[in-house]
């Protein structure tokens, strides 16, 4: 039991360090001696829970979408209205780049090298557009393209995600979450009904 603990242990620790590498380098750029050396194990011992790089890589990507998918759980068990919980789910997946090392890597590691297998977007995007097919005019103004406004959700996550390394200017005080709060409302300030006189409340 006790040995079963501590390879259970380490191979976290092994997950939580490769994440970390895949994230600030990518998938070419990383190197398993500097994960195994921030993991404080032997490379010897590494090879032995993950026989390669690429082996190792999916165990990362497969952690973040098990985090993603967590998320999308939860925020489907909400039963927001259609456009509300696809504002709630792509403040929630900015929180959680922000702030999970194994779903930035996930989602880095797919811009890289996309496999279906493992995608990270593709954990997320079905709920954007299932709601959004489910908009009614309550929600949106007649004719409203959700088609596009579909397209516009993926984009500010992806995008979200792209840039993340390079935020942290004074512009961005209040973080990413703050700044995709503010984006959704002028978005949806011209697509709300009240909106559909021409932007007037």
């Known amino acids: 039991m006790m040995k079963q603990e501590r390879a259970s242990r380490t191979r976290q620790a092994l997950l939580t360090a490769a994440a970390g590498e895949f994230d600030r380098r990518g998938y070419a750029g990383a190197s398993l ?5 921030a993991a404080q194990i032997s490379t010897g011992a590494l090879t ?8 190792l890589s999916t165990a990362v990507r497969e952690q ?3 985090a993603t998918q967590a998320l999308v759980a939860r925020t489907t068990a909400r039963r927001e209205p259609p456009v509300q919980c696809v504002v709630s789910l792509t ?21 890289e090298a996309a496999d279906a297998r493992h995608s990270w977007r593709g954990v997320w995007a079905p709920l954007i557009r299932e709601r959004l097919r489910a908009t ?3 929600e ?6 959700t088609t596009a406004l579909t ?25 990413n979450s703050a700044l995709l709060a503010r984006i959704w409302h002028q978005v949806l300030h011209r697509s709300a009904p009240l909106g559909c006189d021409g932007g007037r409340r």
Do not use: Q, W, Y
């Open 33 to 37: 001696a500097r994960i195994a050396r």
């Open 48 to 55: 032995f829970h993950f026989a390669s790089k690429e082996a």
């Open 64 to 66: 973040g979408n098990a």
């Open 91 to 111: 403040l929630g997946l900015v929180e959680l780049l922000e702030t999970d090392a194994s779903v930035r890597a996930a989602a880095r590691l797919e811009r």
């Open 136 to 138: 009614t005019d309550a």
């Open 140 to 145: 949106l103004c007649p004719g409203t393209d």
């Open 151 to 175: 397209a516009l959700a993926e984009h500010l996550v992806c995008g979200m995600e792209a840039t993340l390394a390079h935020r942290g200017r004074p512009d961005s005080d209040r973080g």
